[in-house]
């Protein structure tokens, strides 16, 4: 017997309580099954459009930053300077690969890391240096970090730099790599971002997010299934903190879900977890209709999905962008 026999979506998105106190009551009563909502084979994919030029991946990342580096090698930098902290990985980049003094911006002026004994400059004086950053959107970080530099009286040629960067940043900026323009999300910073959550009422998934996918043979609904779950190590910075969870996960291990999230540093405000009383059960529903039911409920705008197919059937919708780390992209319906 499937949950969803005497009970619909939106009854139970309403208030999940009183569902499964009315699915109860509609069982002794004899009331006759719902009609069962179509099997998620047999729903149509919607059209969609998959903006992968807006994921950004760590190994995108680290390519687009390569590249640049071997295109600035012209330019003859005697020093390379990072904006802490995702612009280190570009200035570290740049400096092994073309053999220049490393640099942190502060608010005491540049911190001097050094080059390794295998840098072409260590022993020049700096006379021309490149500041910088992975991404500028407003051009305020890197505006910030020239004048700091600045305020310290080096006289320095300094030229301002970014990865990526958008129309409205490109006028502060000497030297870009990619023309970027929002809405855009990178891999390494998309759930630690607590503007860019708030901004557009993000909501995420859990497994294959927060932490990797279970193995078919973990998932057994049993004992290894709870010792996965328990020992899974966290793909997120620590001290994260998220308005809110939609698992597929049974609400039977709401437990060991809420001791992983505080272990690992995860605070959310609401973690919604699947109604269903078996693994059975939950395989023969419509898992992207049940989280979509979700999403509009908290009036949510983009979510976060592991699952390619499940982030197509979810991007049937208005209102609502589907992030999909796996599809490269993001998705809606159009």
Same mark, same amino acid.
């Given at each position: ?34 009609? =069962? ?5 047999? &729903?149509?994919?919607?059209?969609? +459009? !998959?903006? #992968?030029?807006?994921?950004? /991946? ?124 929002? =809405? ?5 910073? &998309?759930?630690?971002?607590?503007? +860019? !959550?708030? #901004?557009?009422?993000?909501? /995420? ?130």
């Amino acid at each position: 017997m499937s949950f969803w026999d005497h009970v619909t979506i939106e009854e139970y998105m309403k208030d999940p309580q009183a569902a499964k106190a009315l699915r109860k009551q509609r069982i002794a009563d004899g009331v006759p099954k719902l009609d =069962p909502p179509p099997e998620p084979e047999d &729903l149509p994919l919607p059209a969609l +459009l !998959i903006e #992968s030029g807006h994921w950004i /991946t760590w190994k995108q990342f680290q390519q687009d930053c390569l590249d640049f580096a071997i295109n600035m090698r012209e330019e003859n930098y005697d020093a390379v300077i990072g904006v802490p902290r995702s612009g280190m990985l570009p200035a570290t980049i740049f400096s092994i690969q073309n053999g220049t003094k490393l640099f942190c911006c502060s608010d005491y002026g540049p911190l001097d890391l050094g080059g390794g004994y295998r840098s072409t400059r260590l022993n020049q004086e700096v006379r021309k240096a490149l500041l910088l950053e992975d991404s500028a959107a407003s051009g305020g970080s890197i505006r910030k970090a020239y004048k700091s530099i600045k305020d310290t009286g080096i006289n320095w040629e300094i030229h301002r730099a970014s990865i990526y960067a958008t129309e409205q940043s490109m006028k502060y900026l000497d030297r870009y790599h990619t023309h970027l323009d929002l =809405p855009h999300w990178f891999e390494w910073n &998309l759930l630690g971002n607590m503007h +860019l !959550i708030q #901004s557009f009422s993000l909501a /995420t998934d859990l497994d294959g997010i927060l932490c990797r996918d279970f193995t078919l043979e973990e998932d057994d609904d049993g004992e290894r299934y709870i010792n996965a779950m328990r020992n899974m190590a966290c793909l997120l910075p620590r001290s994260i903190n998220l308005p809110l969870i939609v698992t597929a996960r049974l609400e039977k291990y709401r437990e060991e879900t809420q001791k992983w999230l505080e272990d690992n540093q995860c605070s959310c405000t609401r973690l919604v977890m699947g109604p269903w009383e078996s693994k059975e059960e939950r395989e023969r529903s419509d898992i992207a209709a049940w989280k979509l039911g979700v999403c509009n409920d908290y009036r949510i705008r983009m979510f976060v999905e592991s699952d390619p197919y499940i982030a197509k059937r979810m991007a049937n919708t208005k209102g609502v962008v589907i992030l999909c780390p796996a599809l490269e992209g993001s998705v809606h319906g159009i």
